[in-house]
């Protein structure tokens, strides 16, 4: 059993291992969308394939604090909604789950591919779209094969789940990492593109774990510690696109 066991981690390893190699052979354009305001303690540099951009004029609805934005996020259970502009992004972020949620848009800007959690089970080239197809096959039509979607005809619909394919992003403005103002249409800049969305709330400290608790009271040290946590948990996706997609290690050395 042992024996039988042992095999089947090393056949899943090298399944895995070969879906990461696809990526890294024909990697998409890879962008990242923040939903809200950049956080000051996030280092975008440490991703440097990575585009990050972010929507500053939605905020909040509820001004939660840092320790209770680091516990929804640890938790998945608790979200909370945004109010602002664009009026796309803050529907469909407080109507479904999109926070890591990805679509993939052909070089003509159409949304060919949808999915969520993109790095849930920890291989991208392998998650599951919403058709049941692996993300990596795709990015193969896209990005190899140069093949472009079908523009749906009917008006969208929020409630289904591909709610994306088949349309373009409705024009709306973003900032990039140093505060300039830009639109989608730019970012996309005609080339296949994998959109992720995220969310850091700009009051969340990312270092929280690295400073030391001597000295703290044990609620002080429980509030670095889950905000730490959060912090490492929402970098995942981040390093794991870099690894798996560019086939670079962002950890911090």
Known sequence: MTKFFSI??????????????KLSKMPPRVVLIGIGAKNPTFNEAQYP??????TPELTP???ATETQNAAASLSGAVKFTYDGQPEFLKNIW???NIDEAFMLFD?????VAQGYDVDKQGDIASRLCTDKKPLADHIKDCVKKGK????EKKEMKLKKSDFM??????EFNLSDIDGNSTKISEVLNGEPTLVIFFNIPDNMDLNAAKESGEGKSGKAFLKSMVSG???????GVFLALESQVYDYDAREK
């Open 229 to 235: 946590a959060a912090g490492a948990g929402k970098s």
């Open 94 to 96: 407080n109507d479904k």
């Open 8 to 21: 089947c981690v090393i056949a899943l390893s090298l399944v895995l291992s070969v879906n990461a190699q």
């Open 148 to 151: 472009t979607g079908k523009a």
């Open 49 to 54: 394939h990575l585009k990050i951009y972010y």
């Open 61 to 63: 609805v509820k001004n």
């Open 165 to 170: 394919v088949g349309y373009s992003f409705p």
């Open 107 to 111: 070089k003509n800007g159409l949304c």
